[in-house]
């Protein structure tokens, strides 16, 4: 199984960003994808999550500026950005699980089998 962000790059705050993960070689249809990130001076934290089920969940800090979406046809899964913020700067990493199938909180990142390389959000003020 391999995942692979792409679409991080630099943005002013109040912009927006999508980022993209796209899964190959997972041999199910349906599968829950989570975006976590990480600042030097931060531990890693789960942000956003798809189910299974299409079910989402966003954390507190980003619920109404971020969201996630799936395009089964092309395996990919986006986390939509918007209205960023400088405390968003982070190494955004998304990762599958094939475990968890309804979300109801962000699953800990133990519940999470592949893991992407990650992709770095800059937003300057």
């Known amino acids: 199984v391999r995942v692979v962000e792409s679409g991080g790059g630099s943005v002013q705050a109040g912009g927006s960003l999508t980022l993209a993960c796209a899964v190959s070689?997972?041999?199910?249809?349906?599968?829950?994808i989570g975006w976590f990130r990480q600042s030097p001076e931060k531990e890693r934290e789960g942000v956003a999550a798809i189910g299974a089920d299409d079910s989402t969940f966003a954390i507190a800090s980003v619920k109404g500026r971020f969201s996630v979406s799936r395009d089964n046809a092309k395996n990919t899964v986006y986390l939509h950005m918007n209205n960023v913020q400088p405390e968003d700067t982070a190494m955004y990493f998304c990762?599958?699980?094939?475990?968890?199938?309804?979300?109801?909180?962000?699953?800990?990142?133990?519940?999470?089998?592949?893991w992407g390389q990650g992709t770095q959000v800059t937003v300057s003020s």
């Open positions: 070689g997972y041999p199910y249809s349906r599968y829950c």
């Open positions: 990762a599958l699980s094939s475990r968890v199938n309804n979300i109801l909180a962000m699953p800990r990142d133990v519940f999470f089998d592949a």
